[in-house]
């Protein structure tokens, strides 16, 4: 079984083509956040062109959606708009980041994640699952037992805390991984 999600609309497209041509069970996740519900704020980045023409987009094969320097943001979905919502602001500050979003969980593209991590030194997890027994972990898990020695500081993660979702807007966005907590993670992740 396959599993792919999407954070853009033309890989929303390019993704569900392959989904369908695909011989095995694809598991295909979309994000309520990009999806352009009336009721949700909407992120800039998560609407775009789609082309016309028939393409798919490759499962198992993450995409550098900005190259960086200084360190590794690993995330999927939604939170890669955050991501680079994050990366442009810091930029200003001299402080480079590479996102990779995966589109892809299963299979994960290791290689992409360690190419990268080999670059920077320095690798943050983001996803909008519990921190607990998920993809953050995995992710971390893939580069130390690969080559530890890739990493000059920590692995961190922002994840959901091992808490339930709160009902109420102000309280979701405290545990949500929002663009002020990847901040603050990628500043502590490269002054370590």
Sequence with gaps: ????VP?????AKGLMISAIRDDNPVVYLFHKGIMGLPWM????RSIGPVPEDEYEVPIGKASIV???RDVTIVTLSLS?????DVADELAGDNVECEVIDLRSLVPMDTDTILESVGRT??????????LSFGLSGEVIARVVERDPTLLRAPARRVCVPDVPIPYSRSLEYAVLPTADRIRRAVLEVVTA
């Design 41 to 44: 704020a909407k992120n800039r």
């Design 80 to 84: 890669v708009h955050h991501a680079l």
């Design 1 to 4: 079984m396959k599993v792919v």
């Design 66 to 68: 900005r190259p960086g």
């Design 121 to 130: 030194g320095r690798l943050l997890v983001v996803d909008e699952d519990y």
């Design 7 to 11: 954070s853009t609309p033309a890989d």
